[in-house]
Each structure stands twice: as C-alpha cells, then as structure tokens.
C-alpha cells in the first residue's frame, strides 16, 4: 500500500493492528527519521521503551532473518502493542524483508517499521511494500514552499511564539533543507528568542545567521548576475549542506520575485516601485545587487530561466545520482541567459 501523508496521519491517530509493517523512506532523512519516531511512539505508546520498542541494524535482516520474526511474534512482558525499529534498509534486504512480510501477518503484537533512505521508483523494497496489503509505504521528501510555513509556524506556536512577517518570511527562504535541520534551527531560535513573545528579524539573523540561508542567496544572486567564478564558488559551498532539489527550488523562488519586479519596470514603473515588489526581508542589505539585477533581466529572459530551473529539477528527481551536476549546469547555463537591457 502507497501512503500519502493524509494516510500517514489517520494511522497515528488510530494505529490500525492489521497493518504489520510500515517502509519509511526518502531523500529528507530528518523527515523519514521524524516519521519513523512518530509511528514507533503510535504503536509502543513510547519511542524509547526498553519493554516494547526494539532496535534492530537492517544488516542483521540479512545475515540473520529469523531474528526479526522472532522479535515480531514476542509478546511484551508488561502487555501492549510493541514496536520494532529497523535501520539502514536497502535493495539488498528486500528478500528478506518479502519472506518475512509472506509469514507475518497477525500484527497484534508489533508494527515493524522500516528506516530507508532515497528509493526511486523502480527500487524493489518499495514496490514490495507498495504491494502488499498489510504493510505501506510512505515517501519523505523536502518540504514545499506550504509545508515548510506550517512547520514553522506550529513549531513557534508550541512554544508559545509568534514571528514578524519579515522574520517568517526568511525563515522561509533559509530553511527546508532537511526537516530535521530545520527543527534544530527553529529549536535554537526559540532559545534565542527567551520570553519574547514575538521573534523579529533581528532574531532570527542572530540565531540562525550565515549557516542556515545567506550562501543560497548569495548563490542565487552570483546566478541572476552572470558571475562565473561566484558561482561555482556558491555551489561548492552550498552543495555541502543543501540538496540539489532544495537550490533549485530556492533560484525559482528568486526568479520568481525578480519577474514581479522587472515587469513593472517594463511597464515603465520607477525603481522604487519594483523593488517593493520584491517584498525580501533583506532588502535594506541586497538592493544595490537587487537593483543590478533587475537592470539585467528581461521579463522573457527570466520565463526562460524558470524553465531551465523547471526541466533541471525534474531530471535532478529521476537521476538523483547526478543530480549535482545537472543543478550545476542548470545554474551556469541560466547565468548566460540575459542580455544587456
């Protein structure tokens, strides 16, 4: 069975006993370990009860395949479901894994929740629990531009706060990477924040500051201003921490807003005018380089942009092994697109 995230919710709600086995898997390992952590708690009651919760390395699925059945079919000492949490599965345990999902059905006692990484489509681990009817699988992968705001906000609002749009809106721009990541970034801005009730810009640029954003804007702008070496430079310190999908979908992101203000400068606007279209948080500190920018582009030279960036990350998601270097290209080749206006 093939979940999406509105199954994913209902069965930690209600953790169905007919589903025995559950394959968590995707290129946002801190999603996937965020989900993985969540269904052992919906079923154990606890993610780290010795009792009920047992950690299993998916190597020893391979080398000893009767270990995880025997831990699926024990019966908890003091009662209730249990869970058991396998690490590091791949392709190469699907055997395993599919002669242990033939037997284990009866799912009283334990849900067997799998921890993968990137799977594409054809892999067999995923068809196999995209098949079987008592077990699901469900992708992880980076948040979009609407989960990453949700995450945000309802991460402040447990504790007790609220952010200025300026600060939400670059958190949104320097976040959603990795939702682990994001979550540890959120977690020291709120210690930063102490009792203030609302987190200003300020903030949130001495809490999380140069390592969480500032090298992919300064990526995008060595892109949308043609500067060859900046660029390079940009995606080798980026590429370190960031995936390729998460660049691209940031350079979207900046044509995007460049398009809104080029085109009320086409349209004979003053300058001040098209910067507001910018609506950037750090605007006081990029408008010189905003301004060039947008002196640069063509209204029709960035469509052609955004498609490049388009095409680039449909190849980047069904050829994740180059996706570095497609990104790379992509970014360069855009770089040449302008001329001057």
Not at 238 to 258: D, S, V
Request: glycine share 8%; proline share 4%.
């Amino acid at each position: 069975m093939k979940w999406d995230r509105r199954q994913f919710d209902a069965f930690l709600k209600s953790p169905a006993e007919k589903m025995a086995a559950v394959l968590v898997f995707g290129p946002d390992e801190g999603l996937v370990r965020e989900r993985v952590t969540a269904l052992v708690k919906a079923a154990a009651g606890s993610s780290d009860d010795p009792f009920r919760v047992v950690e299993i390395d998916g190597d020893a699925v391979r080398s000893d395949p009767a270990r995880l059945a025997d831990e699926a079919g024990a019966i908890s000492m003091l009662g209730g479901r249990r869970a058991i949490r396998i690490n590091g599965v791949t392709d190469g345990q699907a055997k395993a894994i599919e002669d242990f999902l033939e037997t284990h059905r009866d799912s009283r006692n334990a849900l067997v929740v799998f921890e993968g990484s990137d799977l594409p489509g054809r892999a067999a681990l995923r068809k196999l629990f995209e098949s079987v009817p008592h077990a699901a699988a469900i992708a992880c992968y980076h948040d979009s531009a609407g989960d990453l705001r949700g995450v945000i906000e309802a991460q402040l609002s447990a504790a007790g706060k609220s952010a200025a749009p300026a600060a939400l809106a670059y958190l949104e721009q320097s976040l959603g990477g990795d939702r682990g990541a994001t979550r540890s970034e959120l977690e020291k801005l709120i210690l930063y924040a102490g009792d203030a009730p609302r987190i200003e810009l300020d903030d949130v640029l001495a809490s999380i500051g140069h390592s969480a954003g500032i090298e992919l804007d300064d990526l995008n702008y060595a892109i949308a201003e043609g500067d060859r070496a900046a660029i390079e430079r940009q995606f080798d310190l980026n590429f370190t921490e960031t995936a390729p999908i998460m660049i691209l979908r940031g350079l979207a992101r900046h044509f995007l807003k460049l398009h809104g203000a080029v085109g009320r400068l086409e349209a004979g606007e003053p300058l001040q005018n098209a910067m507001a279209a910018l609506n950037s948080p750090m605007l006081w500190r990029d408008r010189p380089r905003l301004e060039k920018q947008c002196r640069r582009w063509s209204s029709r030279a960035i469509a052609r942009a955004l498609q490049k960036i388009a095409e680039a990350e449909a190849q980047a998601m069904r050829y994740r092994d180059i996706a570095e270097s497609l990104t790379r290209r992509a970014g360069l080749e855009i770089a040449q697109l302008p001329g001057r206006r």
